[in-house]
């Protein structure tokens, strides 16, 4: 049987403990370079944050020298200069809206150079303040976020577990920031919304699976003869496909709205809360499997009952010459679930010798 017709039937025997060792090197080196990217070339606020004069116009046949030398002429050469939406030309400046002749100034120079009236320019002004305005109400809302997050996981779960979702997600908003900053792609209202939305999402998938674990500690096989790992890696076994028949119908209708939203109706808000949700939903499923899921087994495997549990594993693999993983496949068997019964052929109970046969039933007689 092929790997995908056994996550297909979710009977996987992925060994996640291995691939960690290589995972965690990757988030590792993609967190580095986030954080070199935040660094060197910082994140590019939209106007909502920094406040100033944005400009919008239609220029298909317009290029960033063309429009660099036009805003030269108007003591603007310094103005951000982007390409939107295809052919959609947006210019952002430090003016204040009070400066009525900068910005007419501004506006008759991207007038000329596109060859339209000055009613086909649009420009929107924003003030400094307003701007940091909306990024402290935005930093608030985060630090709520991880405060009654963490309250409710330590309430229905318990705080190491906690501890470990709230490791992922500033491990996806890190890296999803960090993309956001490599490629300069623009922080807008519509990225932040989108940026709680990936939080939320990513808590979800890290739940389910800490959850399912949490279901295998009260199997009876499994308490006392195994690590708290291995129950680790049995639950992940479990959760792969939902994990990722979950990722696939989230990914389809964002790439449709992007695509849509992008190529066919130019909606520039639309596509820039497609692309954080994008990267966002990717780096979550990511994260709920190869992060929050260690993080969580690193913890536990230093509570005293679990310390104990891998020293007697140990010490009967010593004594048989074998590994911990083998004593534990002997006691509880692998780590995926026994295969379903087939339709054709269906589940037999298992005789037991010495059992006794019922007699038949008599038929009754007719009278």
């Not at 305005?133 to 991880?146: G, Y």
């Amino acid at each position: 049987m092929s790997r995908l017709q056994r996550l297909w039937r979710n009977q996987t025997q992925v060994d996640f403990p291995e691939l960690w060792k290589t995972t965690l090197k990757v988030s590792a080196a993609l967190i580095l370079i986030s954080a070199i990217a935040l660094l060197v070339r910082g994140v590019n606020l939209g106007i909502e944050f920094e406040g100033g004069t944005v400009w919008e116009a239609s220029a298909p046949d317009v290029s960033t020298a063309d429009v660099r030398d036009a805003l030269r002429g108007v003591g603007q050469a310094d103005a951000k200069i982007q390409f939107v939406g295809g052919d959609v030309l947006r210019v952002r400046a430090e003016l204040d809206a009070t400066d009525a002749s900068s910005v007419a100034e501004v506006s008759l120079a991207l007038a000329n150079l596109t060859g339209q009236s000055l009613d086909d320019i649009s420009f929107n002004s924003i003030s400094a303040s307003w701007g940091s305005e909306i990024t402290s109400k935005a930093v608030r809302a985060l630090i709520v976020f991880f405060i009654v997050v963490a309250i409710y996981i330590t309430l229905t779960l318990e705080w190491r577990m906690a501890l470990a979702a709230l490791v992922a997600v500033a491990h996806d908003i890190v890296i999803t920031v960090g993309i956001y900053a490599l490629f300069q792609f623009e922080v807008t209202p519509a990225t932040v919304i989108a940026f709680l939305t990936i939080m939320g999402y990513s808590l979800y998938d890290t739940l389910v699976v800490f959850d399912k674990n949490r279901d295998y500690q009260r199997r009876s096989a499994l308490v006392g003869r195994a690590t708290y790992t291995r129950i680790m890696n049995s639950a992940l076994n479990m959760v792969l496909l939902r994990s990722v028949n979950t990722t696939i119908t989230s990914v389809l209708p964002v790439l449709s709205m992007l695509v849509i939203g992008t190529l066919v109706l130019g909606a520039v808000t639309l596509a820039e809360f497609a692309v954080a949700l994008l990267i966002g939903l990717l780096v979550g499923t990511y994260s709920s499997l190869f992060v929050a899921a260690p993080a969580a087994a690193w913890m536990k495997e230093r509570q005293p009952e679990f310390v104990e549990q891998r020293e007697r594993l140990e010490a009967r693999a010593q004594s048989r010459g074998a590994t911990v993983q083998d004593v534990e496949e002997v006691a509880v068997g692998p780590s995926s679930p026994a295969p379903a019964p087939s339709a054709d052929r269906p589940a037999r109970r298992p005789s037991q010798p010495g059992a006794a046969i019922p007699p038949r039933p008599r038929k009754r007689k007719r009278r």
